[in-house]
């Protein structure tokens, strides 16, 4: 039997193991779990950032590829090239994934929080100035001076 235990280990070392986590054991090992995981997760953002970077670069050669294609067809039967192409171009190109964004600094959010203000307080001033305007107008139309 101990033969056994020697040469296949000992099947109740993993228990304890586990046992000894979860009951008390080491108090040092959160930091070093929580430093893992926020490297852990840095390393996963950044290997997800370089997907979508080669992904992007992998499409941008194949249409490249595909208006090579193209341009050779419109050049073998005359074709002329259609102005759409150009239009795509003036277009805004589209933000990036929302979920791949900068985060703002809390700097930047007051900074926007107070332009909203401001946007606020500007608008409640037109509209009180439209408001006197109005008053005015009716009250001179009332008057007469001699």
Known sequence: MSKYLLEFGNPWRKI????DGAVGGDGGDDADDKEKAEEEERER?????????????????????????????RDKYNIKKKEEVVE?????????????RKK?????????????????????????????NELKTQIEGKCVMQ
């Not at 499409?59 to 050779?72: P, S």
């Not at 589209?94 to 791949?100: F, H, K, Y």
């Open 88 to 100: 795509q171009q003036m277009m805004p190109q589209e933000e990036p994934n929302p979920l791949m």
């Open 45 to 73: 953002q950044e290997a997800i950032r370089e997907a979508e970077e080669r992904r992007k670069e992998k499409h941008r050669r194949m249409e490249e590829e595909r208006e090579k294609m193209r341009q050779d067809i």
């Open 104 to 132: 703002k600094t809390p700097e930047e959010l007051a900074a926007e929080a107070e332009q909203e203000e401001l946007d606020d307080f500007t608008k409640l001033k037109n509209q009180i100035e439209t408001q006197v």
């Open 16 to 19: 304890d193991k586990f046992l």
